[in-house]
């Protein structure tokens, strides 16, 4: 069977994530791992989920829903309290604005296959996240530039624009409120509606909190029924990836939509972890945030001090406020691509190319680093390695002059 002249003609543009591949390599190597931004598993409240397991199955009421099949919409009390927490973050929303998904991914995912058809135009920040990117890139679309300065015009004729507001992927900036409160009025004034990322929201440590683009649009709108943004949300930044719990919020007629989304793709998320997920955001998401904020901090001071301390002339990086990421420039003719592998092959230091963030014309003197899993001392002597091999690379590019 020939297998491949079979495949959609969508696969073509279907390629391999390079931090999934990369994670491959972790098991096998003694590897710095600057590079994925996951969670850092210490953080995981292993003893509150087993908890919460048990009291489900310590009734039997609670164990046939957990073991049974979900609403599509997600399970009721949980959809009941994200309506809460958006509520309380100033975007007032019922359960019918709500739905859960598999964690945020397939909200993108989903947000993409209601709106793209093939050679459509959806704009998204360059660089941008590259599961978003990859989730798009099944739809066919055509991609432009979602700028985000306050003053920039905003592309006409996109199906919609995808942006993250706090502490994005990859170069751990945050939007400021200037410029959120002027892209929601340009994206109304010529009807482009937006898809707000906001996995990042919980993780601020350091300055000023500002609403998200959604809170700002229905705060404008004065009703969530006539905002033009959706917001996609995640457990799994702060309680766990594994229980895939997620959702998007929005107008409830877009919500009914994705619905029927839902139903075809899998008809629902897990009971049983939304049930845990529940448990454990209403007795501790504050303090596992609060945890999960201190780590970070603290490891986001020991990767810039390294960086100030380690790398040449011509080097520059985001100062990120929260979140996990820092985004690295390097002299223009250092390829991030070229620096990624020789690190990863002979230092053992994973880093993330920056040309894989963008969906067309990638600025390859970039990298993404990581502080999520690099305990302070690993993070110090990763970059350390870093701006050796740099350092080493442009010393042979003036010598080739």
């Known amino acids: 069977m020939d297998w491949n002249s079979l495949y959609a003609t969508r696969m073509g543009k279907v390629v391999a994530s390079d931090i999934r591949e990369r994670m491959k390599l972790l098991a096998a190597r003694q590897i710095i791992q600057l590079g994925g931004g996951l969670p850092d598993p210490s953080l995981f409240p292993a003893a509150e989920i087993a908890a919460a397991t048990a009291a489900i199955f310590a009734d039997p009421a609670r164990a046939t829903t957990a073991l049974h099949y979900a609403p599509s919409e997600g399970h009721m009390p949980l959809r009941e309290w994200i309506a809460g927490y958006m509520t309380s973050i100033g975007a007032p929303c ?59 015009p905003l592309p006409v004729g996109a199906k919609f624009g995808y942006l993250g507001s706090d502490f994005r992927n990859p170069t751990g900036t ?89 139903q075809a793709a899998d008809l629902a998320t897990s009971a049983l972890n939304q049930m845990i997920a529940l448990a ?47 985004w690295v420039t390097l002299p223009a003719h250092i390829d991030g691509a070229v620096l990624s592998e020789r690190l990863l092959m002979e230092e053992a230091v994973s880093v993330i190319s920056g040309a894989a963030f963008y969906p067309v014309d990638p600025v390859r003197n970039t990298v993404r680093l990581s502080y999520s899993l690099a305990t302070e001392e690993a993070a110090r002597e990763g970059v350390k390695r870093m701006g050796t091999m740099l350092s080493a690379m442009l010393e042979t590019a003036v010598a080739a002059e």
């Open 94 to 152: 019922g359960v019918d604005n709500i739905m859960i998904t598999n964690g945020s991914q397939q909200a993108i995912d989903f947000c993409g296959r209601l709106f793209l058809s093939p050679g459509d135009t959806v704009a998204v920040e360059m660089p941008s996240f590259i599961g978003a990117l990859r989730a798009f890139d099944t739809y066919e679309p055509r991609y432009v530039a979602l700028p985000n300065e306050a003053e920039a």
């Open 280 to 326: 454990v955001a209403q007795t501790s998401l504050d303090r596992l945030a609060d945890a999960g904020r201190a780590l970070y901090l603290r490891r986001r001071d020991a990767m810039l001090e390294a960086l100030e301390t380690h790398m040449p002339p011509g080097v520059t990086w985001t100062r990120p406020e929260g979140g996990l990421y820092i």
């Open 174 to 262: 945050a939007m400021t409120l200037a410029e959120r409160e002027a892209m929601i009025d340009k994206a109304a004034a010529i009807g482009l509606p937006l898809v707000e990322d906001g996995c990042y929201e919980k993780l601020r440590f350091e300055g000023q909190a500002v609403p998200s683009v959604f809170a700002l649009a229905v705060q404008k709108a004065g009703d969530v029924e006539k905002v033009g943004v959706l917001h996609t949300g995640t457990l799994s930044k702060t309680i766990a990836p594994s229980l895939r719990v997620g959702w998007v919020a929005g107008p409830s007629a877009v919500i009914r939509k994705l619905v029927l989304i839902k």
